[in-house]
């Protein structure tokens, strides 16, 4: 099983532990879990070796089930939703379970993201393109919102160039 499956099934069993949330009163529920997540370095890195690969390699391994692990395992029945907008796949998955939780479609949700780097290559790509790269502790923490917006910003020269306006102007509008 892809390590972020792995550390998404202990992070989210921790916050709901801190929550005060009993398992037996989790499942069958329709709670969702939406999960940013947007690539899967350990599939690359066992990949290297096609004569060992795991026998369960495609469901443990595939980064569009990092929520359907968490659903599966709590016998979860809300949507189970894993988004890849690149850098913004954690505060798209926010998004849409906030959106999930205001029409009813979910009557709780668990939020998370996961990007485990353990290759080089896609760094290697990155520091030739001049592009800076911003190193992120992930951590848990309960949440009450009012709202939430997402934005797609001006055009910049770089695809991924922070758009600092247009984020200030989109929170000022919401």
Do not use: W
């Not at 469901?59 to 968490?70: D, F, I, P, Q, Y």
């Not at 939430?148 to 984020?167: H, I, Q």
């Amino acid at each position: 099983m892809d390590p972020q499956q792995r550390h998404l099934l202990e992070v989210s069993y921790e916050a709901l532990e801190n929550a005060g949330i009993p398992m037996r009163k989790l499942a069958g529920t329709k709670t969702g879990v939406f999960v940013g997540g947007s690539n899967s370095d350990y599939r690359t890195h066992i990949y290297q070796d096609l004569e060992n690969l795991p026998m369960f390699e495609a469901t443990g391994n595939e980064s569009s089930l990092l929520s359907n692990r968490l659903s599966y395992t709590y016998d979860l029945k809300g949507p189970s939703l894993t988004l890849d907008t690149a850098c913004s796949s954690s505060l798209s998955a926010l998004h849409t379970a906030f959106r999930s939780l205001q029409t009813g479609e979910s009557s709780l949700a668990i939020v998370g993201g996961s990007n485990l780097n353990i290759r080089p290559e896609p760094f290697i790509s990155l520091s030739t393109t001049r592009q800076v790269m911003a190193a992120r502790t992930l951590y848990l923490q309960l949440t009450i919102m009012q709202d939430c917006c997402l934005l797609t910003g001006a055009r910049m020269p770089l695809m991924n160039e922070p758009r600092v306006a247009s984020g200030v102007a989109r929170v000022r509008f919401a």
